[in-house]
């Protein structure tokens, strides 16, 4: 082996992520930003045990050297700014050179094992709703599990999905009177393992 070739490969590995600066931007997992300094995403993880946290994804050809987070001091948070990720891109963190794992704090994942999905809360329409006028009285709670209550398409293997189960449950559920439709379970199983550990990447 070839030493010099190695510690060639480690220093120039160690310039990159020295050259990286951590986010002084608020946010946990992927937050897109646009202001004075320019347009992005910033990403944070909380990997208290990890020598080194970078971001791969389709922003970046899924390169996994070409983003690296930079560490937030002894609070075990790693974070960076990525000027070409945006909304719907799809990433991993890719921990100490060799771990992938999906971001526990995203906002939207392809499903319940693939990748996370960049996902900007400030485009949905928060506004334009009207509140139904509910009581005490006349108030009926159905709760319906979004990965069981419909699949339009039950050759794929896969569970339903929230869209579909809304355009369904407006004409099923009307028949008996519900007022309220609670979500119930919308994380499947191998995704609760990832929430109970409290987001740590490590």
């Known amino acids: ?20 600066s951590q986010s002084s931007r608020p946010g946990m997992g992927s937050t897109p930003y646009a202001d004075a300094l320019g347009t992005g995403v910033t990403f944070r ?10 971001v791969p994804g389709s922003f970046n050809s899924w390169n996994t050297t070409a ?6 001091g002894s609070s075990g948070l790693w974070s960076t700014d990525v000027p ?5 891109d799809q990433y991993k963190c890719h921990i100490n050179g060799s771990i992938w794992k999906r971001d526990p704090r995203s906002r ?13 809360p400030n485009a949905f329409n928060w506004s334009g709703d009207l509140r139904l006028i509910v009581t005490n009285s006349n ?21 339903g ?22 979500g119930i379970t919308c994380l499947i199983h191998t995704r609760w ?4 550990t409290a987001g740590r990447m490590d």
Request: net charge positive; with cysteine; glycine share 6%.
């Open 45 to 54: 993880v909380w990997a208290p045990n990890a020598t080194t946290v970078a």
């Open 84 to 88: 070409a990720a945006k909304p719907n």
């Open 108 to 120: 939207k994942v392809v499903n319940s094992t693939d990748n996370s999905i960049i996902y900007d």
């Open 1 to 20: 082996m070839d030493y010099r070739l190695v510690l060639t490969v480690t220093a120039f590995v160690g310039l990159t992520q020295l050259a990286t």
């Open 139 to 159: 108030l009926v709670i159905y709760e319906l599990h979004v990965g069981a209550f419909y699949d339009p398409t039950p050759g794929s293997g896969g569970p």
């Open 193 to 196: 393992k990832m929430l109970v």
């Open 67 to 72: 983003n690296y987070l930079a560490k937030e």
């Open 161 to 182: 999905k929230f869209a579909a189960s809304m355009q369904s449950s407006c004409c099923r559920l009307r028949n008996f009177l519900a007022t309220i439709v609670g």
